[in-house]
DNA sequence: GCCAGTTATGCAAACCTTTTGCAATTCAGG
DNA sequence: CCTGAATTGCAAAAGGTTTGCATAACTGGC
């Protein structure tokens, strides 16, 4: 699995380019390779989360589908079955709820975010610490296969500038 | 579950070392000077804890008391003072379970974990990747006070040896 | 030590996210 | 277009976690 070591992606985040209509191509390729069908709801989950820089739980993929269109059953079936494809990847953002975004042709969708901890704005974060530090805990510990999950937390500029009214105030 | 709980951990880290009665000294005074109280579920939680090297679920807390002892509801409630209060550190390996590790005397918990995807064994990993990634990130965005939750997955030795064997098996 | 007042606990019910069983529906290939 | 397999909707269940409330336990002051 390819990772993060040497990208430089500076801060562009691909992930608000458009990319017409290769999903579609992709995933009914992906899709039929594996005897699955083309569905009205994952077509659409998967439009939905072109749109989207950044990842979205379940039920808020379910509020930005058409009112009705789709069962919450239905989109968590789906999100199993895309990640299972790698058409979308899972993040966890610590607060028990999982988050899904697309991953984009030719990808692998790993990389991080930096979450505020006060009004939850995300960050896409392309940097990543070194490879080696990776290999060698592995190496050391004798694992295979090893990946990791890294999440950064802290407080946005404008939670601290609310942060700061809010204690001006209170000093008066 | 434990298949491979508690192996041979080479490169154990300070988490195995007995701290005798630190703890109910630092408890009692940090309790003490938030005004709560010393009680019979959170000592026996504490010194639980104290005993594992490796993060417990609620679950595997209340498992390890004496039997009804102490109520679940009591366990998250315990938990959740204690983490504010900085006696444990919470941890997330992301299956929907929260996990707690003693936060020892004069450090602030801060580590990450090895985890095998297969039989859930935990090895804690001491290293970290350079705080300058972490500060240029803070920077670039213009976050402030952050932090950063990393874990690694992978397969251990064991279980490598286990699905090596079953493919053999398989083959014949 | 004992009391009063506050903090904690146990128990049961509530909450949330996620999963699952099942009958009805939709899709793909012939 | 037809048929069988995959998928969906709905409702119920399953986990983990939280909460309301009456009862029990702890603490500081007498």
Redesign the pocket.
């Known amino acids: 699995m390819s990772k993060c070591s040497q990208r430089h992606h500076k801060h562009s985040h691909s992930h608000s380019c458009n990319h017409p209509q290769s999903d579609l191509s992709e995933l009914?390729a992906k899709?039929?390779k594996?005897?699955?069908?083309?569905?009205?709801?994952?077509q659409a989950i998967l439009d939905l989360l072109r749109q989207h820089p950044h990842p979205m739980?379940?039920?808020e993929i379910q509020a930005g589908l058409p009112e009705?269109?789709?069962?919450?059953?239905?989109?968590?079936?789906?999100?199993?079955?895309l990640e299972e494809m790698e058409l979308v990847k899972r993040f966890d953002f610590g607060?028990?709820?999982?988050?899904f975004e697309l991953v984009h042709e030719g990808e692998d969708g790993h990389h991080h975010h930096l979450i505020c901890t006060v009004c939850a704005d995300v960050v896409e974060i392309d940097e990543c610490f070194q490879q080696e530090l990776e290999d060698a805990i592995a190496k050391r510990h004798g694992y295979q296969a090893v990946t990791h999950k890294l999440e950064f937390f802290g407080v946005c500029p404008e939670c601290q500038e609310d942060a700061k009214k809010a204690r001006e105030k209170k000093g008066k």
């Open positions: 009914t899709l039929r594996n005897a699955r069908k083309i569905t009205g709801p994952r739980t379940n039920k009705g269109m789709c069962d919450l059953a239905t989109i968590y079936r789906s999100m199993h079955m607060d028990g709820t999982a988050r």
